[in-house]
């Protein structure tokens, strides 16, 4: 997955960790990184619900480390993508993200018929994350 950055190279996107107040490690967060000027920048899809999370956190948040991937699908796939080979990596992308896809609407039938409103409304969030498909492979 790679963008232009604006000195002109190529940013591709690593998995790195955020810190946050000095205490706050979040791990996974997905980042574009240009190896040309080292300019990074959050991925736009996941920006959302990193600002939401560090919110949560308040204003002195206890010494923790967070698996973002937890709570956002687009770090969760991206994480379940660098663990195979590089040479699948483009093509598993797209089938990682139609599977997690039917993953969440069959467990969205499953809330639905348990009446589960909570439920129902975490996978909704998570399907829209996926939704926003501007990531180049």
């Not at 991206?78 to 993200?97: D, F, G, I, T």
């Not at 439920?119 to 994350?129: H, K």
Request: aromatic fraction near 4%; proline fraction near 3%; charged fraction near 25%.
């Amino acid at each position: 997955m790679q963008k232009r950055c604006s000195c002109g190279g190529q940013m591709t996107v690593k998995l790195r960790t955020v810190l946050f107040s000095g205490k706050v490690e979040i791990d996974n967060v997905p980042i574009f990184c240009c190896a040309a000027c080292s300019q990074s920048e959050v991925l736009a899809e996941v920006k959302p619900d990193l600002t939401q999370l560090i919110e949560g956190l308040g204003d002195e948040p206890d010494k923790q480390t967070i698996a973002f991937e937890a709570c956002n699908e687009w770090a969760n796939l991206l994480l379940a993508v660098e663990a195979k080979p590089k040479s699948a990596e483009a093509r598993s992308v797209e089938q990682m993200l139609e599977q997690r896809v039917n993953q969440l609407l069959d467990l969205y039938l499953l809330a639905q018929s348990l009446s589960d409103e909570a439920w129902m409304e975490e996978l909704e969030r998570r399907l829209a994350q996926l939704s926003k498909r501007t990531i180049h492979t």
